[in-house]
């Protein structure tokens, strides 16, 4: 049963991981080439 876990350093969830960060730094740029701020400034930081 070990071989179908989901949770922890396996090849699903790493494989996730890597997809959701791919997009978050998509819709950042995104963001940024819409607005012409930089994502720190959006959120007040800078």
């Known amino acids: 049963m070990a071989d179908t876990s989901r949770f ?14 791919m ?4 819709i950042g740029l995104g963001t940024e ?4 701020q930089g994502i720190l400034s959006q959120l007040g930081l800078s």
């Open 33 to 36: 080439l819409l607005t012409g």
């Open 8 to 21: 922890g350093f396996v090849a699903f969830a790493e494989t996730w991981n890597g997809r959701l960060a």
């Open 23 to 26: 997009l978050g730094f998509v």
